[in-house]
């Protein structure tokens, strides 16, 4: 209620201070002395309205609330004055008191969709933004924003920002060198500050970049770091709205557009089926059609980057830009796409997107859906677009995605691959001990049950760090992953139980002959080296599939 009236008073206060500034004149002159039209009203009309001061005789009631209203109107006027005149010392000030709060850097589309996501959760945010003429540093401030104007890759903007009182921060500026030199920056600042560092989000589009970080400049930090590419998380957005995850996939696709976001959704289709085809072999491997000018270059890359693309997808490409007259031909001149099950549209420029979408919702007529990429500036006229093709087919056949706020809702950036991690080592734990106490969904499980869980994936960096590895980004789905020796999965799996039996002592728990978790005993609350064989198998078992598991959440591990 008090978010709703702060946006409304924001947008209209103005309005609000000259309705009251014109109710005191009018009051003011109602309540005068003199004759209707004389001066003498007037002049106690301009009297009153600067300062609200009095005048000689007795006063009016008119007269009186004039005298109340008028101050109120000057104060409001100068405070409005002085913060446009001191609105950055003011963002100084503010910034200056935030504890616990998360800094974005960077206010393109998918920081502002941060910060926007961010507030309405109620979060405290300090945003950072380089150029001081973007439109989106007033609206976010008028919204509830501290943004300071500055270059988060310099080190007192971050101190201004308060980086070593902040509980995240994000970078998500345009290039990916700016974003890994502010986390560099942040992982200095906080160097040998044990009691607090940040968790850190860093969006890095070129998955090398980070690994280089990450061996290099970052091996030896031990705040949260992860990685996360907006792209990568828009085509998964995009697939979900082709078909759910329990949902059937396409078996074949048309995708226009072959930039970050068009290879992201081609890698994540290929991966998909690559995982679906060693269960079910018959499925065969998904067909993609590529449109660019650039297709043939793009197919190349993306099959020299992905070792088994071609095991799990049929790459077909048309060197054509979709802007000519040409492509509105495309269905009609290519008898082999009448097997197109789904098509994205995946173009960074709005107005080629949508004007590619109703080429292909022409030519379409209804055979299958296209699902396009749209920023906020264009959800007016997709939804237009989407409500005009909404009978062919008796189906929904044009389904705008806002790539940015998906991509950069806070839940799913600040939960990021930890939560995703959390949840896959769950789901293994259920596949090794069916019908054991935590045998249910995620969904379902307790808080209690979801907080081990995460405290599980925070410690296991730091266990496979200890055997010599480093985690990264999954460069290569299809490339063999690599294998804990016997030693080293010895040596994770005693961390591992020492780090559980740490936990459950934490917590109260106790030595007992049967476990009973009213009572709070279990019997594996002894050394490794007293763990009966039986069990020393089982946190072996899951210790090997940790590799596997990893990779699953896009997590690569890396030997030292």
């Known amino acids: 209620m008090a978010g709703g009236f702060g946006r409304w008073w924001s947008r209209y206060w103005w309005l609000v201070l000259t309705a009251t500034a014109v109710t005191a004149f009018v009051l003011a002159y109602v309540g005068g002395e003199g004759a209707w039209l004389s001066l003498s009203r007037l002049n106690t009309a301009l009297l009153i309205l600067p300062f609200g001061l009095s005048v000689q005789g007795e006063e009016s009631t008119a007269l009186q609330v004039a005298r109340i209203l008028a101050p109120i109107v000057f104060a409001y006027a100068t405070f409005r004055a002085l913060v446009v005149v001191f609105g950055e010392r003011m963002q100084d000030l503010r910034a200056g008191f935030a504890q616990g709060h998360t800094i974005v850097a960077g206010l393109g589309r998918q920081g502002q969709s941060l910060v926007e996501s961010l507030l309405a959760g109620s979060r405290k945010v300090v945003a950072v933004e380089q150029d001081a003429s973007n439109p989106a540093i007033r609206r976010l401030r008028d919204a509830g924003a501290v943004v300071l104007v500055g270059d988060s890759t310099e080190n007192d903007v971050l101190e201004r920002a308060g980086a070593r009182r902040a509980a995240h921060i994000v970078s998500v500026c345009g290039a990916d060198a700016t974003n890994a030199q502010v986390a560099a920056n942040v992982l200095a600042l906080s160097n040998g500050r044990p009691d607090s560092k940040p968790a850190l989000f860093v969006h890095v589009s070129d998955a090398r970049l980070f690994t280089f970080m990450l061996h290099h400049s970052f091996a030896a930090a031990d705040t949260w770091l992860e990685f996360f590419n907006i792209y990568e998380r828009g085509a998964l957005g995009l697939l979900r709205e082709a078909h759910p995850e329990d949902a059937e996939a396409p078996s074949e696709v048309l995708v226009l557009g072959a930039g970050q976001l068009g290879s992201a959704l081609i890698s994540q289709l290929a991966r998909e089926r690559y995982e679906l085809l060693k269960t079910t072999p018959d499925a ?29 997808c049929t790459l077909r490409t048309f060197e054509l830009d979709v802007e000519s007259p040409a492509f509105d031909r495309l269905l009609e001149r290519n008898p082999e796409l009448a097997e197109v099950e789904a098509a994205f549209v995946c173009f960074d420029d709005d107005s080629v997107g949508i004007a590619a979408a109703l080429s292909l919702l022409e030519q379409a007529r209804g055979r299958f859906p296209v699902i396009a990429r749209v920023t906020s500036r264009s959800e007016g006229i997709a939804g237009l677009i989407q409500e005009a093709h909404r009978g062919f087919a008796d189906a929904t056949t044009f389904l705008p995605v806002s790539v940015a706020e998906r991509a950069c809702h806070a839940d799913l950036v600040l939960g990021g691959m930890r939560s995703q991690l959390a949840h896959e080592i769950h789901e293994t734990y259920r596949r090794g001990q069916t019908g054991g106490p935590y045998d249910v969904p995620w969904a379902e499980l307790t808080e209690e049950g979801r907080s081990r869980n995460l405290r599980h994936a925070d410690a296991l960096s730091g266990q496979l760090r200890a055997a010599g590895y480093r985690l990264g980004p ?34 109260g728990w106790t030595l007992g002959s049967v476990r009973d978790d009213q009572k709070k005993q279990h019997p594996d609350l002894r050394p490794w080296s007293k763990l009966p064989p039986v069990q020393q198998d089982i946190n072996r078992r899951f210790v090997r599939e940790r590799i596997a598991m990893l990779a699953r959440v896009g997590i690569q591990v890396y030997r030292a």
């Open 284 to 312: 065969g491997p998904v067909r993609v059609n590529l449109v660019d000018r650039v297709a043939f270059e793009r197919a190349a890359a993306l099959a020299d980057r992905y070792s088994r693309l071609s095991d799990a």
């Open 474 to 507: 999954l460069l290569d789905w299809g490339a063999p992953l690599e294998e804990l020796t016997p030693e080293e999965v010895e040596l994770v799996s005693e961390l591992e139980h020492e780090r559980w039996m740490t936990e459950r002592l934490g917590e």
